[in-house]
């Protein structure tokens, strides 16, 4: 039986105070009792209708509080030295991409340098952080992007190359990694990392 039934049955509203639930049931009981020509079986219905309204309505336990995130101090951590070697050998192909794109047809020859910047991006993210949570990876993440991004831009202005024209393809291979690894919208199926599984 739920509530409504309950204050229906015994005429009351659903937020009725005991004390009006009790004068309600008493009400009925002297007309419903079996000894004086109720139904047992109604009279059982208005007593669980009774019992139900004075019940206290059951509280939601409540939420733990959320851990406290760690620090960029905690999350950060210097590589060896082929971490470090591996992160700068990326940012060299980055660069010399740039330089090769001339050889293919603009813009699209710059295709490679977009992919090796989100590549380096992601490898520095897993180089240069230990633990962290996914705003932890993103922002890693896009700073990386940035920064090899913009030497990709200033090397290719000094080689007479228009890479800033093609900007916008430059992101688009750091644009779809992001969105994998933080589904947004449910656009699409979340990954591992959005789970709550280290995205190490």
Do not use: K, Y
């Not at 019992?51 to 760690?70: D, E, G």
């Not at 940012?91 to 380096?120: E, I, R």
């Not at 932890?136 to 190359?161: D, E, K, M, N, P």
């Not at 228009?162 to 430059?170: D, G, K, N, S, T």
Request: glycine residues 8%.
């Amino acid at each position: 039986m739920e509530r409504a039934e309950a204050a229906a049955l015994l005429g009351v509203g659903v937020d009725a105070t005991p004390d009006e639930v009790r004068r309600a049931w008493r009400l009925w009981a002297r007309e419903m009792h079996p000894d004086r020509g109720g139904s047992r079986r109604d009279f059982e219905r208005l007593s669980r209708a009774r019992a139900l309204l004075l019940a206290p309505l059951p509280v939601a336990p409540a939420m733990p509080a959320p851990s406290p995130r760690r620090s960029w101090r905690d999350v950060i951590v210097i590589p060896d030295g082929r971490g470090l070697l591996l992160v700068v050998g990326l940012v060299v192909v980055s660069v010399v991409a740039v330089l090769v794109a001339p050889l293919g047809p603009m813009p699209w020859s710059l295709a490679g340098a977009a992919a090796a910047a989100a590549a380096t991006s992601v490898v520095a993210g897993r180089i240069f952080l230990r633990g962290p949570d996914l705003g932890h990876v993103i922002v890693a993440r896009f700073v990386a992007w940035l920064a090899v991004t913009s030497l990709q831009c200033v090397v290719g202005a000094i080689a007479g190359i228009a890479v800033i024209e093609a900007l916008p393809l430059l992101a688009v291979p750091f644009v779809a990694g992001i969105s994998l690894l933080n589904p947004g919208a449910g656009l699409w199926r979340p990954s591992r990392s959005a789970r709550g599984v280290n995205v190490r």
